[in-house]
């Protein structure tokens, strides 16, 4: 955690989270920073791995998924979980409803999950970001039954059916997990009398005011991630085309920035084996970090990805990569006789001696990382690069430099130079880039105007707005609207945008033929309040 004045870093804490107890560490950590500012907390941002987490290691809760469908594909083929049910009826992608939601044997359906203890719900329609009518009709019926329920068309305004099922069930997922984090954050800082303005970080960079993430929790997920990029872009400034890595204990993510600006994963990210519509800056995760365990398998030293606990030298249970580094004297962290002891433990099988044993581990994660970085660098450039500000990049990414930050990268800076061949610096205020990156990060919100001018209907999903709009209606209003509207769903999730920061950057219009004439046309504008920082840190370069 850190704290910031103006433009200066005037504290900043560390603290061990303990998942079973998150009001404790939220308390401490809190605690802590205030003791060293002597000063009330104006705002705080957050940033957790909570959401992750629970879909990663597959604890997020079970869910009740209602589709109704519509042209196309049989969305018994887009199956998610084991409580999946498809509703007959479908509206079309114009918004019109093509056959009504059949409801017959509903209610008999949920009680049987009910029965099974399911109490979390998503409710899609193929197209309910034009008419969501069949979405509303699947939430009514749920609720006698449920905690929580997400509707499909609140979760983003971009078409794609699969992925807005998969999201819209993930969102209610993680949603108990992040209630318990939301509620440990909401009463530690009513135990400890703080008044600020709270956030949490999105995995797109920006953040959303906590309360309205209660609703969008699957938002949050890569939020740690995020969280570093932003770090690196407070912390220095960039033009170039930048690799940056955050090691950590258990991982490193490895990020990208083209001509200075994050790269952006637009139409969404993976998560859990699944594509969904939560855009997020790009990041990969690799099993390497301070902590990552040294074990001999087949006659030869292996490096992570698995962790044991923290290094030898931390009172930890086995060898780990820091000890390695510990032996080379690239660090001098804790016990440095517990570090060699064990690599010399490790060289019993390996004959060799304990400085190669240590520099054969560092070279292998160096290795690790290296073909990581190579692989994400062909998978981007494999296809168009957007990057944060959602601007395209149409060169091929070809990074001249690397930044470090976290707790290892000092130690680890001299093996990634020899293997990088490029350039390695290591971020000013290393090891709580992430903590700046996140306290720094202003509110990031869109919304997606569709407009039938032959039907004469715009939506406004986020909002919830269907209404009537002329035959005359054009792009130039449909853009002036997707701002009025974006201001007013700012106000309503507790964000104060500044209008000079609202951008339109999609607004297209397509001609509606009939025979030989146009008889209207369908307009799609996405507004956006523009991601980035609140300011800078005094003294960088």
Not at 108 to 127: P, R, T, Y
Not at 280 to 307: E, T
Not at 509 to 520: D, L, T
């Amino acid at each position: 955690m850190a704290a910031i004045r103006g433009r200066e870093i005037i504290a900043h804490v560390k603290t061990v989270t303990d998942p079973e107890h998150l009001v404790d560490s939220v308390t401490d950590a809190l605690e802590r920073i205030q003791r060293e500012i002597n000063a009330d907390i104006d705002s705080l941002n957050l940033s957790t791995t909570l959401s992750t987490n629970a879909l990663v290691e597959g604890r997020a809760a079970p869910v009740g998924v209602l589709v109704s469908a519509g042209p196309g594909i049989a969305p018994e083929v887009n199956r998610y979980g084991d409580y999946y049910h498809v509703l007959d009826g479908f509206i079309d992608h114009r918004g019109t409803e093509v056959r009504p939601l059949n409801t017959d044997g509903l209610d008999a359906l949920l009680s049987d999950w009910a029965a099974e203890e399911i109490q979390h719900f998503a409710v899609i329609g193929k197209f309910s970001t034009r008419n969501p009518e069949h979405e509303n009709q699947m939430f009514d019926a749920v609720q006698p039954y449920s905690n929580f329920t997400t509707r499909g068309h609140m979760v983003s305004g971009y078409l794609n059916f699969p992925r807005r099922i998969r999201t819209a069930a993930m969102n209610s997922s993680v949603w108990p997990h992040y209630q318990t984090f939301y509620s440990a954050v909401t009463d530690t800082l009513k135990c400890l009398n703080i008044q600020a303005h709270v956030n949490v970080l999105k995995a797109d960079g920006g953040t959303l005011p906590f309360p309205a993430s209660r609703d969008v929790p699957v938002e949050t997920v890569h939020s740690g991630p995020a969280a570093s990029v932003m770090g690196a872009l407070a912390l220095r400034p960039m033009q170039q085309d930048v690799i940056c890595m955050d090691m950590g204990g258990t991982t490193t993510d490895v990020a990208l920035f083209a001509r200075g600006a994050p790269v952006l994963e637009r139409s969404g990210i993976r998560m859990a084996g699944y594509d969904t519509l939560v855009r997020a800056i790009q990041s990969h995760s690799v099993g390497i970090g301070g902590d990552s365990a040294l074990q001999i398998k087949n006659g030869s030293l292996q490096v992570g990805p698995q962790r044991q606990g923290p290094c030898l030298a931390a009172g930890g249970p086995e060898p780990a990569l820091m000890d390695a580094l510990n032996v080379l004297g690239y660090a001098e962290f804790g016990d440095m006789q517990k570090s060699k002891r064990g690599i010399e433990h490790l060289t019993e099988s390996l004959d060799c001696s304990v400085m190669e044993a240590a520099s054969s581990a560092v070279h292998a994660a160096a290795d690790i990382l290296v073909d990581a970085v190579t692989e994400m660098l062909r998978e981007i450039n494999s296809k168009p690069v957007y990057t944060l500000y959602e601007m395209f990049h149409p060169d091929p990414i070809k990074p001249t430099q690397i930044l470090l930050m976290g707790g290892p990268a000092d130690a680890f800076q001299k093996s990634l130079i020899d293997r990088f061949s490029l350039p390695v610096d290591v971020l000013p205020w290393s090891g709580v880039a992430n903590a700046v990156g996140a306290a720094l990060c202003r509110v990031t919100l869109n919304v997606d105007l569709f407009a039938d001018t032959v039907k004469g209907i715009r939506s406004v999903a986020q909002l919830n707005v269907r209404d009537s709009v002329s035959s005359r209606y054009n792009l130039r209003q449909a853009k002036k609207d997707a701002r009025r509207y974006l201001l007013q769903y700012a106000q309503r999730m507790g964000a104060s945008p500044d209008q000079a920061r609202i951008d339109v950057h999609q607004a297209e219009e397509f001609n509606q033929v009939a025979g030989a004439s146009v008889i209207g046309r369908t307009l799609r504008v996405k507004s956006q309040i523009r991601p980035g920082l609140t300011g800078s840190l005094k003294g960088l370069s």
